[in-house]
């Protein structure tokens, strides 16, 4: 069973503060993809890393693939209130279309 | 761009009857879709594949008699919960890939309630 942690769990920073949630597993995944989520919607795509060691900018957003893509980061300069959610990485397997999603990260910002 | 619906998006039923939750990609047509389930304040843990014309693909641990899934059609999906329990009260969110765009899209998801 491929497991993937996040860390934090919870988080609450003021408005303005920088943060990085982080991704984690021991099992390799084709791509890792990035969602966030509002209570009582559906999870929303924000971004894709394919390649070990790819970086990609979505605005104040910052997405990284280990590696060894096992592992992924998520780091937001600047957070602002807008930013709450529930942030959840979710893996790839390798050969299939099947997504294992990690364990969140609730986040808040406070005002 | 493309989209995924579920209805109802809220159900409140009561223990011992069946609830039937419907998925559709309204722009492109899913061979596949996959059913989740969230409890509150949990993640997404992936319950089956649903697969066009042949039977679906069940998790470890859920109950593929209790959880029947349908894909009639390339556009359609149903998840019925028979029997619903109060432990079965969560929150049912269905994806599907479009193999055109490399990426997956996530209904809105459905609020069931068993009393």
């Known amino acids: 069973t491929q497991l993937l942690e996040q860390s934090p769990q919870f988080l609450s920073i003021q408005e303005g503060e920088n943060l990085t949630v982080y991704c984690n597993s021991s099992s390799v995944f084709s791509s890792l993809q990035w969602y966030r989520q509002e209570p009582g919607e559906g999870p929303v795509l924000l971004v894709t890393v394919v390649t070990g060691g790819e970086v990609k900018k979505l605005k104040r957003l910052t997405f990284q693939f280990g590696d060894a893509r096992k592992d992924s980061s998520l780091h937001i300069t600047a957070a602002q209130p807008g930013d709450t959610g529930l942030y959840l990485c979710?893996?790839?397997?390798?050969?299939?279309?099947?997504?294992?999603f990690g364990t969140g990260t609730r986040l808040t910002i406070i005002p | 761009g493309a989209v995924v619906s579920q209805h109802p998006s809220r159900v409140i039923c009561k223990s011992g009857t069946s609830v039937k939750i419907e998925c559709r990609s309204l722009d492109f047509q899913a061979t596949t879709m996959f059913w989740y389930r969230q409890f509150p304040k949990q993640s997404l843990m992936l319950m089956a594949t649903s697969n066009e014309g042949s039977k679906a693909t069940y998790e470890q641990g859920v109950e593929k008699d209790k959880f029947l899934i349908n894909h009639a059609s390339l556009t359609l999906s149903t998840l019925t919960v028979t029997s619903a329990h109060p432990e079965d009260s969560s929150f049912y969110i269905c994806?599907?890939?479009?193999?055109?765009?490399?990426?997956?899209?996530f209904g809105p998801g459905t609020r069931l309630t068993v009393l």
């Open positions: 979710a893996g790839v397997g390798v050969g299939n279309e099947k997504l294992t």
């Open positions: 994806s599907a890939p479009d193999p055109g765009l490399d990426t997956q899209y």
